[in-house]
């Protein structure tokens, strides 16, 4: 009997559960941290530039963190990683609570509960891949919504908290609830440990156990046996029987243990030939990935677009809190930005799927409608326009969810994974850079006038660099 199919489990829906519950804590915790980001300036009395870089690098290290999750993923287990990570998470934020200037915060908050929110997070996306295969599409976008709520929901909590219990109080209250990412991290069990697989495997395993028996010399008892006694050939054939059988087991012992070693030692040999192989298909692989214009293309573009795209998160609420709006206020705008971000996710997803839309060509309308809205965002200067341009910016940052789609439809299934993880690692970069940037432009020219014109520009060069991908696409094709 087969193992049964992990899409037909209902347990697959818990899993989806966890994996949801994993990204809306720990994205949800950093993507709101612009409110803390108000009462730090405040606290420290340092400039914006770097005082964002604690965002930036916890942001920016929970993408990077990516092959640190895969090698102890590889070692450990999916399960185990994710409880790791998000004890690592609270961990970090626990420090950071007793944290004494801005310099503590980027090793605690920004590498430490970043890096750790950022391998529990791959954790969960992985486990995923187990459980689902013909509704993997539908349940990636289901578990990446948590991204969105989980900013739509934790912005305004914390913000209750910082005036409720300062800064450090919310600080030490978050560690203590990103814990429960372990709790989810302990729900993800892989399917062949469901109690269905184990059932039927038993079962399995015990009729060949069985049908093994049958194979082996059998020790007759006479006395127990319905066999007549008074058979002398039978009772010589029986008596001489535990010798002979003695001798074989021995004799079988010895050749599967001469067996054994032999295949041990083939598969050191292939296993080092079988890795350095690897090695130097991935080497090849990644040559031509970087000598490829369309990835080169798709990279600058999706660079240019991160290095934006967290910046509102850290700064709109210091820019809202100079045009004299509430902090509770300030919350809410960020916090519309990641709900309007979980509808635009769905929303580009959908009229891809159902109305078979290119997915390139949306994106990159998106992208251009993007840049304009962030260089129009400066004349926004009260509660209900820069609202509107929050729920604007979040719902066109939704639009992303197709970069997983394309970098497939344009450079081929064999190149995906290759090229997602670039595109990741150079995402993380831009985090990096962004936020900072655009502090110090700030502190420069003492308004955030300049710096979301500087922002909105970089965004619209973003959506304009892929229009050159037909003209890429021929060049290519030569």
């Not at 770097?50 to 993408?63: E, F, Q, V, Y």
């Not at 626990?94 to 920004?110: D, E, H, K, M, R």
């Not at 214009?293 to 809202?320: C, G, K, M, N």
Request: charged content about 15%; hydrophobic content about 45%.
């Amino acid at each position: 009997m087969k193992s049964p199919d992990p899409e037909t489990l209902g347990f697959r829906w818990i899993v989806l559960g966890a994996s949801f519950l994993v990204r809306f804590l720990m994205f949800g915790t950093l993507f709101s941290v612009g409110v803390l980001y108000v009462e730090w300036l405040d606290e420290f009395q340092t400039s914006k530039g770097d005082t964002a870089w604690i965002g930036s690098l916890a942001t920016g290290s929970s993408l990077l963190a990516g092959p640190v999750g895969s090698a102890l993923i590889s070692r450990i287990g999916t399960r185990k990683t994710a409880i790791i990570g998000g004890f690592v998470m609270s961990l970090g934020l626990f420090i950071s609570s007793f944290a004494t200037n801005i310099y503590v915060l980027f090793a605690t908050y920004g590498i430490i509960a970043g890096c750790g929110g950022g391998i529990a997070n791959l954790a969960a996306v992985v486990r995923l891949t187990d459980y689902f295969k013909r509704q993997r599409a539908f349940a990636m976008g289901v578990g990446s919504s948590g991204v969105g709520l989980g900013a739509f929901a934790f912005t305004i909590f914390q913000q209750y908290l910082l005036d409720a219990y300062g800064w450090r109080g919310c600080i030490l209250i978050m560690s203590g609830v990103t814990l429960n990412i372990c709790v989810a991290g302990f729900i993800m069990i892989h399917p062949r440990h469901h109690p269905e697989f184990i059932r039927i495997q038993s079962t399995d395993e015990n009729r060949n156990h069985s049908s093994e028996d049958l194979s082996y010399p059998v020790k007759i008892d006479l006395h127990e046996s319905n066999i007549p006694q008074n058979n002398e050939n039978a009772n010589s054939e029986c008596s001489k029987r535990p010798e002979n059988e003695f001798l074989i087991r021995r004799e079988s012992s010895k050749a599967a243990q001469r067996k054994s070693i032999s295949k041990d030692a083939n598969r050191r040999k292939s296993s080092f030939f079988q890795k350095v192989m690897f090695r130097m298909k991935f080497t090849d692989q990644t040559i031509a990935l970087w000598r490829d214009p369309v990835f080169l293309l798709l990279f600058t573009s999706d660079f240019l677009s991160w290095i934006v795209q967290f910046v509102p998160y850290v700064h709109l609420p210091e820019r809202a809190r100079l045009l004299g709006i509430s902090p509770i206020r300030s919350a809410i705008i960020v916090s519309s930005m990641g709900f309007a971000g979980a509808v635009g996710k769905l929303f580009f997803g959908g009229i891809c799927t159902f109305f078979q839309l290119n997915p390139l060509r949306t994106f990159t309308v998106a992208q251009i409608l993007f840049g304009i809205s962030t260089l129009m965002s400066p004349l926004c200067r009260t509660f209900e326009w820069l609202l509107l341009y929050g729920i604007t910016f979040g719902f066109l940052s939704g639009s992303y969810a197709l970069m997983m789609v394309i970098p497939a439809d344009l450079l081929g299934q064999e190149k995906f994974s290759a090229a997602y993880g670039f595109l990741l690692a150079g995402e993380g970069i831009g985090v990096y850079l962004g936020p900072p940037i655009a502090g110090w432009i700030t502190d420069s020219s003492s308004s955030y006038e300049a710096s979301f014109y500087c922002a909105g520009a970089v965004l619209l060069a973003s959506g304009l660099v892929l229009m050159l991908n037909p003209c890429v696409q021929k060049w290519k094709s030569r």
